[in-house]
């Protein structure tokens, strides 16, 4: 993974933007991840692990209501949480990613391994519904491997003039 998060670094430091996460069910794996490689105080803002629903709602300002109607784990929460995030740390990119990594906590309707993820680039915002499968570790890592070949991939795919900092 740490090609990936290679270069997605020099992404963000060509475009001068910077990256801040909040984390559910990978409990802080995808800030560690990227706080792996050197340099990333240039890139890399910070992140919050918003595992309870209270700091979800205390310091993301998710709704209660969508914790109630939708749930935690679900593309409501994770756009609230990714623009809660952009408030909060004012930064140009960021990802919010919430899930159910087992071995308990599934249902039919969310089974292990339902994870949603939201991103923000720069004002445009987007949001993923993945189902992985594995060990616990396995499905927290398969969610930010995911999560940052998603980023790389649409900063691939975004034509930067129309993006103002």
Request: aromatic share 10%; glycine share 10%; net charge positive.
């Given at each position: 993974?740490?090609?990936?998060?290679?270069?997605?670094?020099?992404?963000?430091?060509?475009?001068?933007?910077w990256l801040s996460v909040a984390e559910s069910c990978t409990g802080g794996l995808l800030?560690?991840?990227?706080?792996?490689?050197?340099?990333?105080?240039?890139?890399?803002?910070?992140?919050?692990v918003a595992y309870a629903n209270e700091i979800k709602?205390?310091?993301?300002?998710?709704?209660?209501?969508?914790?109630?109607?939708?749930?935690?784990?679900?593309?409501?929460?994770?756009?609230?949480?990714?623009?809660?995030?952009?408030?909060?740390?004012?930064?140009?990119?960021?990802?919010a990613i919430s899930g159910i990594a087992g071995p308990g906590g599934g249902s039919e309707e969310k089974p292990v391994g339902t994870v949603y993820q939201a991103f923000w680039l720069n004002g445009q915002i987007w949001s993923k519904k993945c189902l992985f499968a594995g060990e616990r570790l396995e499905i927290k890592e398969q969610s930010v491997e995911f999560c940052l070949k998603e980023l790389l991939t649409?900063?691939?795919?975004?034509?930067?003039?129309?993006?103002?900092?």
């Open positions: 993974m740490q090609d990936i998060v290679f270069r997605l670094a020099e992404i963000l430091k060509s475009k001068g933007y800030a560690h991840t990227v706080t792996n490689v050197s340099g990333s105080s240039l890139w890399f803002k910070g992140g919050i709602e205390r310091l993301l300002g998710v709704d209660r209501e969508i914790l109630i109607q939708y749930g935690a784990v679900s593309q409501q929460c994770v756009l609230a949480m990714v623009q809660g995030l952009i408030k909060l740390f004012k930064t140009e990119v960021g990802v649409k900063f691939r795919n975004t034509k930067f003039n129309s993006l103002k900092r």
